[in-house]
């Protein structure tokens, strides 16, 4: 079955350590998105991809940085300068040939830094 | 700019009744989509629903419908026969058209919805 895979489902860091999350996916979207949640708020772009070797900042990309050296895959580095990373992180993907197409989501990683 | 807002942070509702989510929107592209999606406290997140600017009908899937105004910008989500399964975190999300990029997904800030028995 096609989908988006996140890993680890829970990560562990010590302040100042970067660190990165990987997203894979196999359904051949050519969008890839990366989100930011809070407990208790909404979903807050960080960054998204439309094509390989290219991507834009969201609404709060500060401290942290993408690739997307091939289409399946799009990992998120959280780095030190990021103030307050411990967040649940979801990453999305979609189809870019039809306005409608929703967003499909893997099952998160949940970061803590302490 | 975009913004999508979802004024109920909490919402009960009985078993088998229906249920409206409330959510309204801001953009100035007259074109738009607007989703609404499950996340289950697992975390993941579901698609529901969508309903385009430019659709005629609001948009039904199952016992999911939505109420879209588009004079007054709201996109309200009625579940029917709610069941227990509907208990979830519901967020409302809005793409705008491809005249302004059309490549970012915004989130209201989501209700919780609690089904009793």
């Known amino acids: 079955d096609g989908g988006i895979t996140q890993s680890p489902k829970y990560l562990f860091r010590k302040e100042g350590q970067n660190v990165t999350l990987s997203c894979e996916q196999n359904?051949?979207?050519?969008?890839m998105y990366w989100y930011r949640q809070d407990p208790g708020q909404g979903l807050r772009l960080i960054y998204y991809?439309?094509?390989?070797?290219?991507?834009q900042k969201g609404d709060i990309a500060e401290g942290y940085s993408v690739s997307r050296e091939k289409k399946e895959s799009f990992p998120l580095t959280v780095t030190s300068a990021q103030k307050n990373p411990t967040a649940f992180y979801l990453c999305a993907s979609r189809r870019m040939d039809k306005g409608n197409s929703p967003l499909h989501f893997g099952n998160g990683t949940r970061l803590t830094v302490t | 700019a975009q913004k999508i807002t979802q004024t109920q942070p909490g919402m009960f509702v009985q078993e088998k009744e229906a249920v409206t989510l409330d959510c309204t929107y801001d953009?100035?592209?007259?074109?738009?989509?607007l989703f609404w999606y499950k996340q289950p406290s697992s975390g993941e997140m579901i698609f529901l629903i969508y309903q385009g600017s430019y659709d005629q009908q609001n948009a039904t899937e199952g016992r999911y419908s939505l109420n879209f105004q588009k004079a007054r910008k709201s996109a309200n989500l009625v579940i029917s026969a709610s069941q227990l399964g509907d208990s979830a975190m519901y967020f409302c999300?809005?793409?705008?058209?491809?005249?302004?990029?059309?490549?970012?997904?915004?989130f209201g800030a989501g209700t919780r919805l609690f089904v009793k028995a």
């Open positions: 999300a809005m793409r705008e058209g491809y005249s302004t990029g059309g490549f970012k997904t915004i």
């Open positions: 359904l051949n979207h050519d969008a």
């Open positions: 953009t100035s592209d007259p074109s738009y989509g």
């Open positions: 991809s439309q094509i390989v070797n290219d991507f």
